[in-house]
């Protein structure tokens, strides 16, 4: 473990552990040089004895030197200090996946798809490099505090499953997303990485893995045997069509699934269209499961080395004595010869064996070191040299020349290209596109336009330029895209008919539509949606009004109920005198506490009282008051 404090290399301070994995740790490092936060992924001491662990853990680097994506965590360089193998990554500053999952369940559909689109769009990029990741799960998925998703350890794993086979409890953060052709002893392959990434959205819209089990054999079972369950959120409503990308990349048959990552994600751009919620169920032909058996390993006994008690001893008699020491000057002759030559050959297997430096030009500096470490020479130093015919960032030369024969292990030094002369980029945003095509044109750079909706920049501007401002570059032949503005964004107003009133308010927030609620009588469900004011499909930008009407449940219904009022006569005076009544009643409209209607009687009079009732009121209630005191009350229904 390195200690906070410590320099790889005299460039990468470490800061502190941020992470721990079957293979390797992860630490926290600014790079002294650049002045920025990396993390180093350090290969754990156990494999560093592993020759072949080392050459693929080189080679996976390599690897991923060759991928550029925004959605795949950047590979800066790698090295070896004091027998520490390292890979140098952007740093994420955010949390795995699989704790974002742990925090919040399962997520509304809305954002499942924004971060399932980020992964495959990553995932197919990847692919069309050749590279199949092989592991693909959540732990192996970084979400930064803005919600951008990058994903890691491209291939990594591929050294842990060649060397490492029994170490169950690695292999169990695997095993809940492998495929089923996997489980069953197959080949790594696109659909592999495809099923993997069905499971994926399968637990971000339910906040679990569909298969679980007690080992990874049972796990592994399931996923080639069991049927996936249903993709279900008791709290939102799932889309058919989304429900479908999961099945249709989970299905058992590989021939089922989607063809490529690209296929996938054009179906998840237009799954929540409003066309297609409520499309047909995706069902696959079917799968034969069949398990195979393997037949044991037969062993056979090693015959037991006898003791010394069992050896005969054979006697000798005197002549044999005789002529045994005869030969003895002989003997030691032949012993002396044979000590000379056994230490000759271990002297001559024990020195270094000479090997060819390769040719390592036009390769970037990450590249060289691995190429070099394979072939077992390492890098002291690294000289920038100016040079207009190989690249800025890659191998001029090395010293010794290539094709040189050296010692194993012998130090090499790079000389690497630090370009032509560089010119230092403006800053063109906010300003026009022709404005900054025809300055960069002029000169020497290649420029690519690329359009985009802003909410802030006027269209026909530019957002943002891929060569950041005030940064020297090699201005001849040199690509620059430029991201223009197309106006501010629009959005296709969904159909909210039957949301929940919090799906309806979450709608309209991810949306930036100002909501506004009413309420009215209806025969649907209460608090949902029964009308809106956009019509599904319409164009809208951010920021526009919206109001949407829920529904209070069934309309009221009148009960009328006939009451008689007795006449109180007075005892004190034999005069007649009329009766002061007051009448209270509760029903959806009025409350008990307030009068409903008064009168006065000199006889018993019989009165109608009407109630308005309703399936949240579904009982009414009346008073009757005659001078200030109660006479009667009841209920109706």
């Not at 009732?613 to 009414?620: A, D, K, R």
Request: proline share 4%; net charge neutral.
């Amino acid at each position: 473990m390195l200690e906070a404090g410590k320099t790889l290399n005299g460039r990468y301070k470490i800061q502190s552990l941020i992470g721990t994995g079957g293979m390797a740790a992860v630490y926290l490092a600014n790079d002294l040089i650049l002045d920025r936060l990396v993390a180093i992924k350090v290969l754990r001491l156990d494999f560093r004895q592993n020759d072949d662990a080392m050459r693929r853990f080189r080679r996976e680097a390599l690897s991923a030197t060759q991928l550029t994506h925004p959605n795949i965590v950047g590979v800066y360089d790698v090295g070896q200090s004091q027998e520490m193998n390292y890979i140098v990554m952007e740093y994420v500053e955010g949390t795995d996946l699989k704790d974002y999952i742990r925090q919040r369940g399962a997520l509304h559909p809305i954002e499942a798809v924004r971060i399932m689109m980020q992964i495959v769009s990553a995932i197919a990029a990847a692919h069309q490099n050749r590279i199949i990741h092989r592991d693909i799960k959540p732990q192996n998925i970084l979400i930064d505090r803005e919600g951008n998703v990058k994903i890691t350890d491209f291939g990594i794993a591929v050294a842990l499953s060649d060397t490492s086979l029994t170490q169950t409890n690695t292999l169990l953060g695997s095993v809940h997303y492998l495929s089923p052709e996997q489980a069953r002893g197959g080949m790594a392959t696109i659909q592999t990485d495809v099923y993997a990434l069905g499971i994926v959205l399968y637990e971000l819209l339910t906040g679990r893995v569909p298969f679980d089990g007690e080992s990874a054999v049972s796990i592994a079972l399931k996923h080639f045997q069991e049927p996936l369950p249903p993709v279900m959120n008791p709290s939102v409503m799932i889309p058919q069509s989304l429900e479908n990308i999961v099945l249709k990349a989970t299905a058992k048959d590989p021939m089922n699934r989607y063809r490529s990552c690209y296929e996938m994600f054009q179906d998840l751009k237009t799954c929540l269209d409003s066309t297609r919620l409520y499309e047909k169920k995706f069902v696959p032909t079917s799968f034969s499961g069949e398990t195979k058996v393997l037949s044991p390993i037969t062993t056979q006994k090693i015959k037991p080395i006898q003791s010394s008690r069992e050896i005969p001893i054979v006697e000798m008699d005197e002549e044999k004595t005789v002529k045994k020491k005869r030969r003895w000057p002989w003997v030691a002759l032949l012993l002396t010869i044979s000590i000379v030559g056994i230490m000759a050959f271990l002297f001559f297997k024990t020195s270094p064996k000479e090997v060819q430096v390769p040719d390592v030009t036009n390769l970037t500096e990450a590249a060289a070191k691995i190429k070099l470490a394979d072939a077992k020479l390492s890098v002291t130093d690294v000289i920038q040299v100016q040079s207009d015919e190989v690249e800025s960032g890659k191998v001029i030369e090395t010293n010794p020349k290539a094709g040189s024969t050296v010692k194993e292990k012998s130090k090499v030094t790079l000389k690497v290209s630090s370009g032509k002369e560089a010119v230092t980029m403006k800053d063109y945003r906010n300003k026009t596109y022709e404005t900054a095509r025809d300055e960069l044109k002029k000169l020497g750079f290649t420029v690519e336009r690329k359009d985009e909706n802003s909410d802030s920049v006027e269209s026909g501007k530019v957002i943002s330029q891929s060569i950041a401002p005030n940064q020297k570059v090699e201005g001849k032949d040199t690509l620059i895209t430029l991201v223009v503005s197309k106006g501010e964004n629009s959005i296709k107003m969904a159909n909210l008919k039957g949301y929940t009133r919090e799906g309806a308010i979450e709608y309209a927030s991810a949306n930036n539509l100002n909501l506004t609620i009413t309420e009215e009588e209806n025969d649907a469900t209460v608090d949902t949606v029964i009308s809106q004011s956009i019509r599904e499909g319409l164009e809208i930008k951010k920021g526009t009004p919206l109001t949407i009407v829920l529904s209070k449940g069934k309309k009221a219904h009148t009960v009328t109920k006939q009451i008689v009022i007795p006449y109180q006569k007075s005892t004190n005076n034999s005069n007649r005198k009329a009766n002061k009544i007051s009448i209270y009643i509760e029903d959806s409209v009025n409350q008990l506490q307030n009068v409903y209607n008064t009168l006065e009687i000199s006889e018993d009079t019989s009165v109608n009282l009407t109630f308005s009732l309703t399936n949240t009121q579904p009982t009414g209630k009346y008073k009757i008051v005659s001078d200030g005191k109660e006479i009667t009350s009841g209920t109706v229904q």
